[in-house]
């Protein structure tokens, strides 16, 4: 079993729309939980942090976490054309490191 | 405020040479990571740096080292390259550890 799973996609919404992006993780120990953006040729871009169970909104971004069944989530509202890219979630086990997740396409269609 | 800088960014070297790749975290960064990302294997963590001491190692063999100075600037070291270690090289700083990456444009390996 990976330590962070996510569908690799693509992932097709049309513009306008709610993109809701998942991962689960191995480690009942994490502490922190990210998601980056990284579009083609690009390095990844820190796009959300969380740390406790719950929601956490930033514009049009919602990160939802939920320890107990050791799963994330990333919701983009009123999805643009510009949101295409993969999207990567990263856990934080307090090691130094962080372990991320081979990532979910997202194509958003005009 | 300047990002992390990665130097060179695209590299061809042959199997068997080494190589050394550069990294420049922002200032006041204190941590250094490196990932190796490929499109099979995603983020492969490679090594974490804080204060010039290596805190945490990945699952790579030895032919890849890496160290870090005391202006927190970090250089990665692979010796005897092979066609496998063709990738993205990626080098994030953070200022502390919970607080989430900013990584660098990454340097482009190509060995052939």
């Known amino acids: 079993q990976k330590e962070v799973e996510q569908n690799s996609g693509p992932l097709s919404v049309p513009e306008g729309a709610i993109a809701s992006l998942n991962c689960t993780y191995s480690?009942?120990?994490?502490?922190?939980f990210f998601w980056y953006r990284q579009y083609s040729g690009k390095s990844p871009e820190l796009i959300m942090s969380?740390?406790?169970?719950g929601d956490k909104e930033d514009g049009r971004f919602t990160a939802q976490l939920n320890k107990a069944s050791q799963y994330v989530s990333l919701l983009i509202r009123d999805s643009q054309p510009s949101d295409s890219a993969t999207y990567l979630c990263?856990?934080?086990?307090?090691?130094?490191?962080?372990?991320f997740g081979t990532g979910t396409r997202l194509k958003v269609l005009a | 405020k300047a990002g992390v800088t990665q130097t060179p960014r695209y590299l061809i070297k042959t199997r068997g040479q080494q190589v050394t790749l550069s990294c420049s975290p922002i200032?006041?960064?204190?941590?250094v990571s490196w990932y190796q990302q490929t499109p099979g294997q995603g983020l492969q963590f490679l090594f974490e740096?804080?204060?010039?001491?290596?805190?945490n190692k990945g699952n790579f063999p030895g032919r890849f080292s890496g160290r870090q100075f005391s202006n927190s600037r970090s250089e990665m070291n692979v010796s005897t390259l092979e066609l496998g270690d063709s990738a993205l090289y990626l080098c994030?700083?953070?200022?502390?550890?919970?607080?989430?990456?900013?990584f660098g444009s990454g340097t482009r390996l190509t060995v052939v």
């Open positions: 200032s006041g960064h204190r941590s």
């Open positions: 740096y804080f204060s010039e001491t290596q805190r």
């Open positions: 969380i740390y406790s169970n």
């Open positions: 990263a856990v934080n086990s307090g090691t130094y490191k962080y372990i």
């Open positions: 994030a700083s953070s200022l502390v550890e919970n607080y989430g990456y900013t």
């Open positions: 480690d009942r120990v994490s502490q922190s």
